[in-house]
């Protein structure tokens, strides 16, 4: 909540802020503050394959009118809420005013270890939370794009009654 903590950049984490910044309008600020993205070649810069990989992620999901209208809305809205008597920060991808959608780009969308992806990482708890930070019940959906040749993707909507469910098993513990 006060900013104190960063999470230490992965090449995972920053493909998935340099489609998130394209997302946002931001992409050459983005490029601009990290030169890790960028190798030389025949004495010039050039993105690193995996930035490449997500150039191409990003004219995938551009000729989807329904992927990009979903991640249409408000970028990066953050807000704060008391829950459970605990302080909680969000930060949303795409906020509208009928729903929230979060992009996640993934290796792929294959189930792990007997479970779906969105249970696995616990995305549909992340959705939950936003939710319920958001304070009203409001419609929650994953615009998921996968990595793979060629890529994947998917909007998935995380149910209301599974919000409360997890929302009542955060409340316990």
Same mark, same amino acid.
């Given at each position: 909540?006060?900013?104190e ?17 394209w ?15 960028y +190798?030389?070649?025949?004495? *010039?810069? #050039?993105? +690193?394959?995996d ?9 995938? #999901?551009q000729?989807?009118? !329904?992927?990009m ?9 953050i ?9 909680? +920060? &969000? ?7 009928? +729903?929230i959608?979060?992009l ?20 549909d708890?992340? !959705?939950? &939370?936003? *939710? ?12 998921v ?8 993707k998917?909007?998935? *909507? ?5 919000? #409360?469910e997890?929302?009542?098993d955060?409340?316990?513990?």
């Open positions: 909540l006060r900013g903590w960063t999470r230490p950049q992965t090449t995972a984490l920053l493909v998935g802020s340099y489609i998130d910044s997302f946002e309008g931001t992409l050459d600020e983005f490029k601009a503050t990290h030169p890790e993205i +190798k030389k070649s025949k004495g *010039s810069l #050039v993105l +690193k394959a930035f490449m990989q997500a150039e191409e992620i990003i004219k995938f #999901v000729k989807d009118p !329904m992927f209208r979903y991640m249409g809305g408000r970028k990066q809205v807000m704060t809420a008391e829950l459970f008597g605990t302080q909680w +920060k &969000i930060k949303m991808d795409s906020y509208h005013n009928d +729903k959608v979060d996640k780009v993934m290796r792929s969308m294959e189930r792990i270890m007997g479970k779906s992806f969105v249970e696995h990482w616990g995305y708890l992340q !959705m939950a &939370i936003y *939710s319920a930070v958001e304070g009203r019940d409001i419609a929650t959906y994953l615009a794009v996968t990595k793979q040749d060629p890529p994947d998917e909007i998935i *909507s995380i149910p209301r009654w599974r919000r #409360v997890l929302l009542e955060v409340e316990r513990k």
